[in-house]
């Protein structure tokens, strides 16, 4: 089991593990400096699609040889976004990536039904693997980014993807909270009655491969001690492997928190798709798009 970022980059490393990066509007010095990164450290060789001169350029301030990578010369973004997708599907490229774009931009490539990775029966959902550095360890927080406003049957599909990608983390059994304002069912809101269910949809072995307990309050789901002074007896409590949140609002507004108050290192990814794709946000940092990175890298194994 990986406890930090820097474990999944020994692991690439170990095991000669070089993924190769279609990289969409690679026009971009955040962006770009990620994927450099990823070069040097050995674990993906990339193609540049974007405005070449600006790429040219960022890759000169990057000490980087242009040489050392194939660059497609494209202006609009839906081009490149198809183009990167394209490339995927030809076994020319590992993984696509969003650079400098909207991401429904990126997102109408990655759903196309021709050239896009949606999977059958699956809900495209993202995550945000953070590590805790006190703790040693990885956690996973769903959905972030991707579903608005998730029905119980939408937070299945979530979870599904959570476990999926919990286990290319070497966690076997991942243990998931669903979490709540509140730590017990009220019919005034649905949440706590989605969690309900999905709890014991996962005890009567509906949902597999998991713990799920819930409705929890963030505080009990993270603390062992916030949980036994309300007096909850859970499997999950005080040691989560995936947070599984009510709605967009409350995850996106909750990892960016973390992210920007705390500095805690964060990969962002996307799940549910037939390959892995790295979505960065435009205001991640370098090194977090570079965590994106080898997240998708253990993905694609």
């Known amino acids: 089991m990986f406890t930090s970022f820097l474990d999944m980059e020994e692991y690439v490393k170990k095991n000669g593990i070089v993924k190769r990066i279609a990289l969409a509007s690679?026009?971009?010095d955040d962006v770009l400096e990620a994927v450099t990164n990823a070069r040097k450290r050995g674990v993906a060789s990339a193609i540049l699609i974007g405005k070449k001169e600006k790429i040219k350029e960022l890759l000169t301030s990057f000490d980087e040889k242009e040489s050392d990578y194939e660059i497609i010369d494209m202006e609009d973004e839906r081009d490149c976004a198809r183009l990167a997708c394209s490339?995927?599907?030809?076994?020319k490229a590992d993984i696509p990536m969003k650079g400098l774009m909207q991401t429904s931009t990126f997102m109408r490539a990655i759903l196309d039904k021709q050239s896009g990775f949606l999977k059958e029966g699956t809900l495209l959902s993202q995550a945000s693997v953070l590590e805790l550095k006190n703790e040693k360890r990885l956690i996973i927080v769903t959905d972030c980014a991707v579903n608005i406003a998730p029905n119980y049957g939408d937070k299945v599909k979530i979870l599904n993807n959570a476990v999926t990608l919990a286990k290319k983390l070497g966690i076997k059994t991942p243990k998931a909270a669903a979490i709540t304002p509140v730590e017990v069912v009220n019919p005034a809101i649905q949440a706590t009655i989605d969690a309900a269910m999905l709890s014991k949809a996962a005890e009567r072995r509906q949902?597999?491969?998991?713990?799920v307990d819930g409705p929890l309050g963030l505080d009990n789901a993270v603390s062992k001690e916030a949980a036994r002074h309300k007096g909850i007896e859970s499997p999950?409590?005080?040691?989560?492997?995936?947070?599984l949140m009510p709605d967009l609002n409350?995850?996106?507004?909750?990892?960016k928190g973390l992210v920007y108050f705390?500095?805690?290192?964060?990969a962002g990814t996307l799940n549910g798709t037939t390959s892995p794709v790295v979505m960065t946000s435009r205001?991640?940092?370098?090194?977090n798009k570079y965590y994106a990175i080898l997240t998708a890298i253990l993905q694609a194994q």
């Open 207 to 211: 949902i597999k491969d998991c713990i």
């Open 283 to 287: 205001t991640d940092l370098p090194i």
């Open 250 to 255: 409350t995850g996106n507004v909750f990892t």
């Open 87 to 91: 490339l995927v599907k030809e076994s």
């Open 236 to 243: 999950v409590a005080g040691e989560p492997d995936i947070l």
């Open 262 to 266: 705390s500095d805690i290192p964060s």
């Open 26 to 28: 690679a026009h971009d």
